[in-house]
Structure formats: structure tokens, C-alpha cells
């Protein structure tokens, strides 16, 4: 779980769930949007009230494990406090962009599912309809359109912008800069570093058996049944798919952002990926290192994955520093030509 959400069911909130403040200087739509697949995702556009249209507009992509479009993985405590989506669709719609986030299919109001069922790839469709879906209004400038991914979502931010060469700007929050077993591997090492440990595996410990080998059982554990197709599509596909292909093909402008504490997706993706961007003659690429954040961009002593919920308890949202790194870089990837070449 790449995210670091929590499942759970999340209920179809009305409208009014999504309003803005009263005093904000923008406006919530409550959209549908038909995808080639035959659903229907549901979601929220905010517009700025300030200012004429149309506007530059940036699509939110959600990370791994089903979530609704505040980036919110669960319905009950303190998980539910966790809505970066809506802080950073705030943020941009306050700045003068327009903003889509929808429920991830199979969520909240959103047709088809269920999430763990769909590839990158097929996500990826599901986020393709919300550009053409934003193409196709008037007040939406459709040469200055961006995205914004976290964890898969930069995945899939990143998979677009390869074909898309109309995305004006991509955001990459704790994308991954190797293929999915590697990044397990990552993760059971920071199980293992924190003594997370099956009781079969401590006794193994204490018969002198070395961490190493117990890291590489887990592994075997791992990859030979998803070598036999032994596990979900969803699992099958993460395991093997490569980015580093992949960006090399991305020509727009990004952003590449990642926290230093992440045990998710280990910091030094951030410059692995950078690197196949340049070296796929695109210099365009911004790298910012956040130091004391976690995976899910929230400030952490040491950023393991286990403890996000006793984190989420206290520290849950996204900080000022954050979301205006965030804005100001899209405020001047996506502003209008002519304020450019002034």
C-alpha cells in the first residue's frame, strides 16, 4: 500500500461534503465524467470566482488503495482527518487554477471497481477522461492543463505525460524510480530495521539465523507466487512495471518532490527518476528534497509506515511550506503565454 491510506468503505458524501468555505474565493461543481472503460467517476472541480476565464487547470491522481477525492482512505479515525487532496485543491483554486479531483473508481460516488483490480495503466485511462472532460469547457484553457500525483498517483501522472505532450506541467509526489519489488524489498528492510518480526522468524533470530536471510525468505515469499500469476492484477503488474522507460519519454516540466523520512518509497527514487527524465534530453525537471516528512507529506520523526496512524492522531495536515512549494511552482509552469513573455 503505496499510499499509506487504510482500507475501508467510504460512503457517497452529498455536494455539500465538498463545499468550500463560505468566504473562499472560489467554487466546488460536482461533475461526473463517462470513462472509456463504461464508468462513471464523480468528483469535484473548483474555479476560481476571481478573474476571467478560461483557467490554467491541474488533475489531483490518488495514490494506491482506494480513496475519494480528498485523498481520505477511510471513514473512521484518524485516518479520515488525512484529506491532502482538498488542502491542495484549496491552495491552487485560491492561487487562480482550476482543480479536479474525483473518487477513485469503485469509491465513495464513483462507478466501477474495484481498485485493486485495476493496473496503472488502466488508471491512467480513468484519469485521461478528466482531461478530456476538461478540454471540452469553455472556461478551462485546455494548452495549460497540469497534474498532480501522490505515491501511484505520480505514477500514473508520469505514464500520461509520456504521451501526452499537451500537459503543460506534472507534479511527482514520492513517485518510484524502480520496479515494484524492489520498493517491497524497501519496505519489508524497514520492518525488519523497525523489529517487526512472525514469531517463526524471531525464533529463527535467536537460532543465530541472519536478518539478511530472513529478508531474502520474505522476498521468495513474494515474487515466486506472482511469477506463477499467483496474485491480483493489480499486485502482478506493480511488481514488474519499470518507470525509468517512462521518463525518459516526458518532455513537459516537473516538479519532483519527496520527504526524506519516506519508508515507503525511499528518498533516493526522487533523483533516480530525475535522472532518466534528463537523460531523455529534458532539463526541465526540479527536484525538492523535504527534510522530516514522511511518504505521505506530513512531518515525522523517523517516517515508518506502521505508525502512521498514531501520526495521523496529531499531525494530519499538509503544511503551509508544503502547498506553497506546491502552488508556486504550478503558478508559474501553467501561467497564460503572454505573462510569460512579459
Not at 465538498?18 to 465524467?33: C, G, K, M, Q, Y
Request: hydrophobic content about 40%; charged content about 25%.
Amino acid at each position: 500500500m503505496l499510499a499509506g491510506g487504510c482500507a475501508g468503505e467510504l460512503p457517497c458524501y452529498p455536494p455539500s461534503w465538498f463545499a468550500p468555505p463560505a468566504d473562499a474565493p472560489f467554487t466546488a461543481e460536482e461533475v461526473r465524467i463517462a470513462t472509456a472503460a463504461g464508468h462513471v467517476l464523480a468528483g469535484t472541480l473548483t474555479r476560481p470566482a476571481q478573474g476571467d476565464p478560461p483557467f490554467p487547470a491541474v488533475v489531483l491522481v490518488s495514490g494506491s488503495s482506494a480513496q475519494n477525492r480528498d485523498h481520505m482512505g477511510s471513514n473512521r479515525d484518524p485516518i479520515r482527518r488525512y484529506r491532502p487532496f482538498r488542502q491542495i485543491a484549496d491552495t491552487l483554486s485560491r492561487r487562480g487554477i482550476a482543480v479536479l479531483r474525483v473518487d477513485d473508481r469503485g469509491t465513495g460516488c464513483s462507478g466501477g471497481g474495484p481498485l485493486i483490480e485495476a493496473t496503472k495503466l488502466e488508471r491512467a485511462d480513468d484519469t485521461r477522461a478528466g482531461l478530456a472532460w476538461l478540454r471540452g469547457r469553455a472556461d478551462i484553457d485546455p494548452q495549460r492543463l497540469g497534474l498532480l500525483g501522490l505515491s501511484e498517483g505520480a505514477d500514473i501522472s508520469l505514464i500520461i505525460a509520456a504521451d501526452d505532450k499537451a500537459v503543460r506541467a506534472i507534479v511527482l509526489m514520492a513517485a518510484s524510480g524502480t520496479r515494484g519489488w524492489k520498493i517491497i524489498e524497501s519496505q519489508q528492510r524497514a520492518l525488519i530495521e523497525n523489529d517487526v518480526f512472525t514469531d517463526d522468524e524471531r525464533a529463527r533470530l535467536d537460532a543465530g539465523t541472519d536478518a539478511e536471510a530472513i529478508l531474502e525468505d520474505r522476498m521468495k515469499n513474494i515474487t515466486r507466487p506472482a511469477a506463477r500469476g499467483a496474485w491480483g492484477r493489480w499486485w502482478q503488474h506493480f511488481l514488474i512495471w519499470d518507470p525509468l522507460p517512462v521518463a525518459r519519454r516526458v518532455a513537459g516540466p516537473v516538479l519532483i518532490l519527496h520527504g526524506d523520512r519516506d519508508t515507503n518509497v525511499p528518498v533516493e527514487h526522487a533523483e533516480l527518476l530525475a535522472a532518466a527524465i534528463r537523460a531523455g534530453g529534458n532539463n526541465d525537471v526540479t527536484v525538492r528534497i523535504l527534510p522530516g516528512h514522511n511518504h505521505i507529506f506530513l512531518e515525522d520523526p523517523d517516517g515508518f509506515f506502521r505508525r502512521y496512524g498514531e501520526l495521523l492522531a496529531h499531525t494530519n495536515q499538509l503544511s503551509d511550506g508544503v502547498l506553497e512549494l506546491i502552488a508556486d511552482w504550478l503558478v508559474g509552469k501553467l501561467a497564460a503565454a503572454d505573462a510569460r513573455a512579459g
